[in-house]
């Protein structure tokens, strides 16, 4: 209560100070001119915008580690989260019909939208600058097409028709920031145009500082093409086009990319931004909370002898029993401290984002991986295996298969693959990494634990779930918040 007064006290004592500004009608904002006027202020701006990315993953709440994304691994219904959040989250455990007033869908939405005043304004005053030269340029343009992609891939998955912004208001009038939603197909366009001028800009394949790479760029239009071909636009014809695309970059020498001997190597701070890791949240250390490294610790209450620092609260994300039973004896991932951690009777961890550093200090500098590898070579063998007809033979997409899978199970290897068998193979590579429920909307298939088998989503219960799968969940409503500021956002797509 203390905390709150303060807080108060604060907010009463900043508007009586401002209260003059406030009254103000302010109608444009600061000319980009003024700053983009240096080589060290291009490369500010540039590197500002990559900013966004983490903010899904690391949202705090009252000094306690919450993370939005949970809310996707909540809708696949492979996971249980026993600390219990609140209601906004317990609503996506449960398959509720999510409330547009909910916090973390507002959360997810600013996710999209807050990183893409920054990202328009650089690409803007970047496209026409002097200041440095032509490769310099398209090096920064190439990292920023890619950013504007990423952000709106994500915000089409989940939410469908949304406002498509790609100009800089030059005011905050509303008939200048209200803005209509887009049509699917036009948003998919935008993204496609923006990767493909990405990979025209001469990017380098690897970079070890964490940039945007071509193997980053290449990665993303090989999921953005697999994602097309399938629901909703079911432009199957992408389905080659996405196999092609990955081809091309596994085939490529100057990528360095590789999966790593041993699934710990996924968590070595030494492996950062090489090899498996395509694309990563570049984060350091610092001493305030950890949020998606905390919420994978249990807390001492709840283990013993105590495996980690964490006072907070329990393990916020934890595998179901019966998912984690579909992995096969034997299977390497399943080994303790591989991608799992038994750390009660009955209770799995997730070990993907175990980070040393976080359970002994409480403060982690871990990256956080998004695109990786391992992810690449299953699209390869899902969109040939989908481009033959439901089972393909293809020499480069069996191999990708086999690379994954035989890292898992050593003793077998496939010799054609089922698009079903790279489906469960994603379900058990990608599991916790906030793909899988984007895989469920873009197939509309899902995993039926119970029979190790893919099911069609629609109609389908989860054991976590209180109800099936209908249509209406799989497009997230637009935030409340959000239509309140822009009444457009009720009108019909353009």
Not at 20 to 38: D, G, H, I, R
Not at 91 to 96: A, E, G, K
Not at 243 to 271: C, H, M, T, V, W
Request: proline share 5%.
């Amino acid at each position: 209560m203390k905390r709150f007064i303060i807080i108060a006290g604060l907010l009463a004592l900043g508007l009586t100070s401002c209260k003059k500004f406030l009254e103000e009608k302010p109608e444009s904002f600061l000319v980009s001119a003024q700053f983009f006027k240096t080589p060290n202020q291009l490369q500010t701006a540039v590197d500002g915008c990559y900013k966004g990315l983490e903010r899904p993953y690391v949202s705090v709440f009252l000094g306690l580690p919450l993370c939005e994304y949970w809310s996707l691994e909540s809708l696949t219904g492979l996971s249980t989260n026993p600390f219990g959040t609140g209601n906004d989250e317990a609503s996506f455990q449960r398959l509720d019909d999510i409330d547009p007033r909910n916090s973390y869908l507002l959360e997810i939405y600013k996710g999209v939208y807050v990183p893409m005043a920054n990202i328009n304004n650089a690409i803007a005053n970047i496209e026409t600058t002097t200041v440095v030269d032509a490769t310099t340029r398209d090096k920064y343009l190439g990292q920023l097409y890619f950013l504007r992609a990423w952000n709106y891939f994500h915000g089409v998955q989940l939410m469908g028709e949304i406002p498509l912004i790609t100009t800089v208001s030059s005011s905050i009038k509303d008939a200048d920031v209200q803005v209509p939603k887009a049509k699917i197909d036009r948003i998919y366009d935008q993204i496609v145009a923006d990767l493909v001028k990405a990979e025209a800009t001469g990017l380098p394949y690897q970079d070890v500082s964490g940039h945007v790479t071509m193997s980053a760029v290449k990665t993303l239009l090989a999921k953005v093409y697999l994602t097309m071909a399938g629901f909703p636009l079911k432009k199957t014809e992408n389905y080659q086009k996405a196999y092609e695309k990955a081809k091309e970059l596994i085939d490529q020498p100057s990528s360095g990319l590789r999966l790593f001997p041993a699934y710990a190597d996924l968590r070595n701070k030494a492996n950062h931004n090489i090899g498996e890791h395509i694309f990563m949240v570049q984060r350091r250390k610092i001493t305030a909370n950890n949020e998606l490294h905390f919420g994978m610790l249990p807390s001492p209450g709840k283990v013993n002898p105590p495996i980690s620092v964490n006072t907070v609260f329990d393990t916020a994300l934890l595998p179901t029993i019966p998912f984690y039973d579909t992995y096969k004896a034997g299977d390497r991932r399943k080994t303790e401290k591989s991608f799992f951690y038994t750390y009660k009777a009955g209770e799995v961890m997730n070990y993907k984002f175990w980070d040393d550093d976080a359970a002994v200090t409480g403060s982690s500098g871990n990256n956080i991986w998004l695109l990786r590898y391992a992810d690449l070579l299953l699209v390869c063998a899902e969109a040939k295996a989908m481009a033959d007809g439901g089972t393909t033979s293809d020499a480069t997409a069996v191999k990708a298969y086999n690379d994954v899978h035989k890292r898992a199970l050593p003793a077998e290897t496939a010799g054609s693959v089922t698009v079903d068998e790279v489906l469960i193979e994603r379900f058990h590579e990608l599991a916790y990494e906030y793909i899988s429920w984007y895989d469920m909307l873009r197939t509309r298939k899902t995993y039926d634990l119970a029979n190790n088998r893919i099911v069609d989503i629609l109609g389908f219960k989860a054991l976590t779930h209180n109800r099936a799968f209908k249509e209406s969940d799989l497009l997230q409503p637009l935030p409340t918040a959000e239509v309140l500021n822009n009444p457009k956002l009720l009108e019909p797509a353009q």
